[in-house]
């Protein structure tokens, strides 16, 4: 019994200076629904998007440094990466993310600041909320994205999107705004908007979806990002893994792995 119960008490001591920490913040620096639930969330767009981004942006600007290039997913491509077609599709993200973004940034200000953020939920209570979030992302991700692949669909719409066969970190976003409402960010603020997480939970949801969808689009498969080479593939393929964690692409028969290259055997040759 005594075994249960230091772990509990560690727990419980834990979530109380937590709780301090964050009324000290809200005290002390801001408890303005407005900052919270939007200058909050643009910061962490520019911190994790952009900055977090802007390294992978670099490796295929400069093809430095040399020994990341052993990560590439579709060695050659973006090497270097052209300055004219990423100026361009620039654009359109720089569009997407401030002129499609922040109206649904603060219309879920709107939904969410009556929501009282003074106390923390409990660490049980965000890792039940982070798996709905995850369920649900998956299931708005999967058949929307799916949807968008009908070929009456497809040219319309999800097309530009695929116009990065080999995709780089920013072009994440780079989109029809229909799909950047739908498929991009609906699916992350659906779990948000349901289950009415606290705002805290909200800025950890949000920079974990960032990271993913930027690790996914960076087109380097690093040691932490082991999942790179799935989203990859489908800017490779087109019709295959539709989703984000590929459960509904295995339930829907449309899970594929690329197949692993075939290395020659001259080296060895003349080695002997």
Request: net charge positive; charged share 15%.
């Amino acid at each position: 019994m005594e075994s249960l119960v230091q772990p509990l008490s560690v727990y419980r001591n834990l979530g109380l200076v937590a709780q301090s920490k964050w009324e000290f913040f809200l005290d002390n620096v801001t408890s303005d629904p407005y900052h919270l639930w939007i200058v909050a969330n643009v910061i962490i767009l520019f911190v994790f998007f952009f900055g977090y981004g802007g390294l992978f942006v670099l490796m295929d600007v400069t093809n430095k440094p040399n020994f990341m290039r052993k990560y590439k997913v579709q060695p050659g491509t973006n090497e270097p990466l052209s300055l004219e077609k990423f100026g361009k599709a620039m654009k359109v993200i720089l569009f997407n993310h401030f002129v499609i973004g922040y109206p649904m940034t603060h219309g879920l200000y709107l939904f969410m600041k009556d929501v009282d953020v003074r106390e923390l939920p409990a660490f049980h209570t965000i890792v039940l909320q982070f798996i709905g979030c995850i369920i649900l992302q998956e299931i708005v991700f999967y058949y929307s994205h799916r949807m968008l692949h009908h070929k009456r669909i497809y040219k319309y719409i999800h097309k530009k999107h695929h116009e990065w066969t080999a995709p780089v970190s920013w072009t994440a976003v780079y989109c029809h705004p229909i799909e950047h409402v739908v498929a991009n960010m609906g699916a992350v603020y659906i779990g948000i908007f349901l289950m009415k997480l606290h705002v805290v939970t909200t800025w950890i949801w949000l920079i974990v979806t960032i990271i993913k969808t930027i690790n996914d689009h960076s087109g380097y498969n690093l040691p932490f990002c082991s999942t790179v080479d799935f989203h990859d593939y489908h800017h490779e393929i087109f019709i295959k893994n539709f989703g984000v964690t590929g459960l509904l692409d295995k339930f829907h028969g449309t899970h594929a792995v690329k197949a692993a290259k075939k290395t020659t055997r001259n080296s060895a040759r003349k080695t002997k």
